[in-house]
């Protein structure tokens, strides 16, 4: 072999892993910060990738996705948040209140994408719904507004349960606010309510077990990460105790609970990842307007309501977009 021919072999060689390190660092690498476990966050992450996907973004392809999951413990989203700093990520797709809050008190650069439950100007993220300003924007489902709603619903369906439930995760910091603003309502109509601690699962058949010795007629679920993510489980044990419920999410119905009513969380997440693929195409947070859910959805599941000996209004029925027969 030549010389010159051996040098050049030689030096292609060694330029050949140096080219692949240029292609990957072109890669794009964001960042996926949640409060739940992985198995859990799955809910939100599904849609969110399958958007991304349609956007030309396909994780493992040409993106990288970090993931960083809080396990129930949200005091560990704030030290999570500065590893995706770190980590320096193109983008930040917080999922949550708490999420998005650490991810404000991380970073002022790096592009953050929020769901909340909340107003953002409230929770101080953004400056303006159509111009949020600064490097943040996203979504707000309306599902902490809707709790005296679904205690209207409920009440409409279980008029004879003089004493409701309402359950909250004690780790969220809405659930001040949901308890004062569905006792208020409770109040308006004339009832008694008892609220439930759930922090995690495995307080979950002891809330059940409180509303059952505290012979509270019905049940109303109160939004939050946890019960978002096992709504199934929820609806599941509200059949199993016979307890009319009701709950924000749709899922919980299809799992055996007597309604829901809420934002599409799927679709919420969908629009989280629209958000994000157009970030890495260019756009700035700053020109995204904050998107605030327009429909809320009404699913009644007959079943559960003929086992629980309960008769659905017909104005219910004619309300409802989903009946699970």
Known sequence: MKRRAFI????GAAAWPLAARAQQSVMPVIGWLGSETREAEDIRVIPFRQTLKEAGYIEGQNLVIEYRFAEEHYDRLPALAADLVRRQVAVIAAAGN????AAKEATGTIPIVFQTGRDPLQLGLV???NRPGGNM?????????VGPKNLELLHELVPRAASIG?????????AAIQSKETQAAAGRLGLRLRVLHAGNEREFDAAFASAVELHAGALLIGPDAIFFSRSQQLGALA????IPAICPYREFAAAGGLMSYGTNIANLY??????????LKGEKPADLPVQQAV????????????????TVPDKLLVLADEVIE
């Open 8 to 11: 050049t072999l030689v030096g």
């Open 239 to 242: 059949f199993r105790h016979a």
């Open 295 to 310: 429909k809320l959805e009404l699913v009644i599941n007959l079943k559960s309501a003929k086992s629980l000996g309960l």
């Open 137 to 145: 924007t996203g979504l707000v489902s309306l599902n902490v507004e």
């Open 166 to 174: 309402l359950l909250v995760n004690p780790n969220n910091s809405d």
């Open 127 to 129: 400056a303006s719904l």
């Open 98 to 101: 708490a999420a998005a809050l």
């Open 270 to 279: 969908r629009q989280v990842g629209v958000y994000t693929g157009r970030i």
